[in-house]
């Protein structure tokens, strides 16, 4: 059985520098292993390995598959088939996504309690500071990882939700194995402020850290994109406005301006645009965010992807001079499968592949970008649309983001409904294939609609269950918004034994 949160998951340590372009040089047992200053840089290097792994790979384009954007190919092979239909359980696929985060998690207490027996009477004002930023990453890796939890496997948070089940809240390392002291879930209302309370330990932290585009390492612009992110998420509109609109109006942090730009930032990682851009070499590369979606083989040119985005997406979700559409798809290619062939389809490579992390373009490896200047844009906008009396400010959010997207712009001028509809649309063109769209559709509370009118009929798997996930619609009150709890560690944790997600 697994039993993630009871192990230090990472026992390598860098004792050198805290250059993160050096890697691990051997292991060590627990004891002694970070008692000075440079120990416990070497392991606050794993808290960006643990964010970037669940920020990266399947955990991001699950999400999309499960959403509504794409469907299979004929040639898919059920990969991801399971998020596609809806068809979780209590033992996938959602089962490492619960015990990769608490291996985080421990992993971030382990490194607290520890830089807590070092002795700091001698240190100065330099050594304090970088004292201070190790703290401050492992309280950040907790309240990144605890909301990445709370979005799979709790309902949103709102009045109606706030005393059901959460997350556990994690605050000591527990090695020994001893299942007395293993925790159970706590409330959604709790689980929410453990993670706001964990975002304010690493903000008092990290403040003589100024931010910078395309930072790696954390500073304090990143702990407030977070912060603004939490705080749409609790329907905290003052908090939302406040936190993305210093980091939008600061000047820092600029967007592309044409093509090329945005070409640079999606191909060769440039960083522009993004606030935090996450360390990757090709000694240590994230996973692809690409489950082929583009499926090109240079060897024989031909163009076989897994994953086909609807007819809604390639010719209707993005207006006539997108530079997301122009950067992201490439139209008119010709895609082969086992039946046949299909000219004119359109297909997305918004994940190119960057060289330097691996030499082939098919491996579509980019670095990861958890927190781009977009986002805080948008969350500016919907902030602003569901405080009330302030939809006017909201446009002129939204007219900073498109007026650098879209070739011959015109300002937005909405309200009400028709404004918070076009926010949602924006969230769609802004965001696709990131990993976003699963939770904006859960946190609106609209469900989810089929995924009508495929781009080419005959070249989407309709065969067996896949027929009715074709016309598949989720409503809001379906309990599949909420994934499982792993049987795994429901069979580890008694505290957390009867505290499965209802209808599973």
């Known amino acids: 059985m697994k039993k993630i949160i009871l192990s230090l998951a990472v026992l390598a340590l860098l004792v050198t520098s805290c250059n993160l372009d050096e890697q691990p040089q051997g292991v060590l047992p627990r004891e002694g292993s970070a008692s000075t200053l440079e120990m ?75 830089a807590g027996k070092i002795d700091k009477s001698e240190f100065d004002a330099s050594q304090l500071k970088r004292f201070n930023k190790v703290l401050a990453v492992a309280h950040f890796t907790k309240a990144y990882l605890g909301l990445k939890l709370l979005e799979f496997y709790a309902p949103v948070y709102n009045s109606a939700n706030k005393d ?33 309370n964990e975002s304010k330990e690493a903000e008092s932290l990290i403040s003589g850290f100024a931010g910078e585009e395309g930072a790696d390492e954390l500073n304090i612009d990143i702990v407030h994109a977070f912060q603004a992110r939490l705080a749409l998420y609790m329907g905290n509109w003052d908090e939302a406005i406040a936190k993305s609109t210093a980091l939008v109006d600061g000047g820092k942090y600029n967007l592309c301006k044409d093509q090329a730009e945005m070409t640079e930032l999606w191909k060769n990682d440039s960083g522009q645009e993004c606030i935090m851009q996450l360390w ?104 602003f649309a569901n405080k009330g009396g302030a939809d006017a400010v909201a446009c002129q959010y939204l007219d900073k983001l498109g007026s650098k997207r879209i070739a011959s712009y015109h300002e937005v001028s909405l309200t009400g409904d028709a404004l918070k509809d076009y926010i949602k649309e924006e969230w769609a063109r802004e965001f696709i294939g990131e990993g976003f769209r699963w939770f904006c559709l859960k946190r609106w509370g609209e469900g989810m609609s089929a995924r009508p009118d495929p781009q080419l009929a005959p070249l989407i798997h309709t065969g067996g269950s896949n027929g009715p996930a074709l016309n598949l619609a989720v409503s809001a009150s379906d309990h599949r918004w909420v994934a499982p709890i792993p049987v795994d560690e429901l069979a580890a944790n008694p505290q957390i034994r009867d505290q499965q997600n209802p209808g599973y």
């Open 164 to 196: 059901k089940y959460g997350i556990m809240l994690v605050d000591l390392h527990r090695p020994t194995g001893n299942i007395e002291e293993y925790p159970g879930r706590s409330s959604v209302e709790d689980s929410y402020n453990w993670v706001l």
């Open 280 to 383: 990757s070499t090709a000694d240590s590369r994230p996973s692809s965010n690409d489950p082929s979606y583009f499926g090109y083989n240079p060897t024989n040119d031909q163009y076989r992807p897994d994953w086909i985005p609807n007819k809604w997406v390639a010719s209707g979700l993005y207006g006539t001079g997108d530079l997301r559409f122009s950067t992201w798809f490439s139209t008119g290619l010709k895609v082969t499968t086992s039946i046949g062939t299909a000219s004119g389809m359109t297909l997305m490579n918004k994940f190119p592949g960057n060289s330097t992390l691996a030499e082939s373009a098919t491996a579509h490896l980019n670095k990861i970008k958890p927190f781009r200047l977009a986002e805080q844009i948008l969350i500016a906008a919907e902030a």
């Open 40 to 114: 416990i840089e070497g392991w606050a290097k794993y808290e960006y390995i643990y964010m970037r792994a669940y920020t990266a790979g399947s955990y991001i384009y699950t999400q999309e598959i499960a959403a509504d954007f794409f469907n299979p190919s004929i040639d898919y092979g059920n990969r991801e088939g399971a998020e596609y239909r809806w068809d979780w359980n209590s033992g996938a696929p959602f089962v490492d996504l619960w015990g990769g985060a608490y291996g985080g998690i421990n992993h971030a207490c382990f490194l607290i309690e520890e």
